[in-house]
C-alpha cells in the first residue's frame, strides 16, 4: 500500500511531492474511515477522515430513489467548549450527545484501523 | 533505519524522501485529533473517566453488541453521526454520560468559518483540487477525482 501511495507522487520539487504525499496519506485514511459504519449502497461512496486536529469530516454520496446523485458533507469541529458541525456549507449548529459519542466512537475506531491499515510500516 | 538498505522497494520508504516522516507526522496529527475530541467531550460532560463509574465497567461487551445493532439498523444514506455510528468500538478511558453542555460560537468566527467552508464546497462542486477552507490543511475530497484513479492504477 505504502509503496503505491509514493508511487503515485509526482511533484516537481520536494515540497510538492511531501504536499501531495501528505493528501495520499488522508485520502487513503478517508477510504478506511469510510469502512466503519458498514456497507454502502450501490452506487454511493463514503468516506470519514480526520482533516486535522480539530475537524473531522463525513462525506457521503448516493442515488436516491429518483436516481438523482446526491452528496452530503458533514464537518465536524472541535471546539474548546464542544462540537459544532456544518453541512453543505449551511451554518454551524451544536452537536447532540449521542452523535457526539458516535463521532468519539468513530474517531478512536478511526486511529486505529489507520495505524494497523496504512501506517503499520512506522 | 532504511539508509543502508538499498533495494529499490527500501528506498522508496527511506526518511530522506519524506515519507516515514510525513507518515509520522500525519499519525500524530490524528492522535491528537482523537485526544482532542476525548478532551472536550470529558469537559462538556459527555464523557467522564471510566474508573468513575461502576456502570463503564459492566459495559464494554454490551456496548459493542449494541453498537453493532443501531449501526445495523441505520438508514441506508446515514449522512452523519446523528444517523449511524461504527460498527465496532475501542476501548478508552472515558465512559458515556447523558449531558453535555455547549457554548455559542463567536459570531465573527462562525462567518469566517462558514465563508470557507462554502468556498471549499463551491470549488468541489466545479471540480478544482487542492482547494481547502482551513489553513494549513488538505481535504482529500476536493481532489478526488484525478488522484483516485491514479490510486487506482
Known sequence: MIKRLLRSVVGNNQEERDAELYRNF????????GTLFGPVPKG?????FCLDERTWVWHEEWIDANGHYKTKTTRYDVRPNGILKA??????????VEEARHLYDAAKLYNKKINTELYNFI | MYTHDNTPERQEIRPENGA??????????VEAG???????????????????TAEAQLRPETAQADTQVVAEQAPTQATNMSQARPLQTVESGYSQQADVQTTQIDDERQSRINAALQAAE??????????EAKEG?????????ANDRRLAA
Open chain 2, 20 to 29: 516515514e516522516s510525513i507518515a509520522r507526522i500525519r499519525k500524530a496529527q
Open chain 2, 122 to 131: 463551491a470549488a468541489h462542486q466545479g471540480g478544482v483540487p487542492d482547494a
Open chain 1, 87 to 96: 453541512q453543505d456549507g449551511q451554518l454551524y449548529q451544536h452537536v447532540g
Open chain 1, 26 to 33: 488522508i485520502r487513503h485514511e478517508a477510504r478506511i474511515g
Open chain 1, 44 to 48: 454511493g461512496r463514503r468516506e470519514f
Open chain 2, 34 to 52: 482523537v485526544m482532542k475530541l476525548g478532551d472536550v467531550l470529558f469537559r462538556t460532560g459527555v464523557l467522564i473517566p471510566k474508573q468513575a
Open chain 2, 137 to 145: 490543511s488538505v481535504n482529500p475530497q476536493l481532489q478526488q477525482g
